[in-house]
Structure formats: structure tokens, C-alpha cells
């Protein structure tokens, strides 16, 4: 499974959210870290979805990156 994480740079650090997964979010000195931090993040709610017996929400947000001229 492939969830997209959002991550945006602030003027110390990064943070990332999962919009498929409301309240799973993670801050981290680099965007190495917090992209790890994520994948730990979403695989923890995972197990916790699992051991509650509930459905596992199938990721359904994409993204594109959009150029456009800046002139």
C-alpha cells in the first residue's frame, strides 16, 4: 500500500500529514527523517486499525505537481 504524505518545510524543521489517515503527522529536523517518521506513523495506526478489527482505509489521495510560468 502507498499513502501520499504531505510534507511541508517550515524555517526549522519539516512536517508531514497523511491525508488518509487524519491525525497521523510527524515532525522532523530533515525531510529524511520526517519521511521515516511518516512511514513509522501510518504503519503504527495500521496495527492499531488491525488489532481493532476495523477496516483498513485504502489510500485514495493523489498528487501532481503543477508548473506554471512565474513571469
Known sequence: MKYTV????TESSYGSYVPDLPGRVA??????????????????????IKLDGLE???PTTTSELVEISAS
Request: aromatic share 4%; proline share 3%.
Open 27 to 48: 515532525v522532523g529536523e530533515t525531510r529524511e527523517e520526517v519521511t521515516q517518521l511518516s512511514k513509522e506513523a501510518i504503519e503504527f495506526r495500521i496495527e492499531g
Open 6 to 9: 504531505v510534507i511541508e518545510k
Open 56 to 58: 483498513i482505509p485504502q
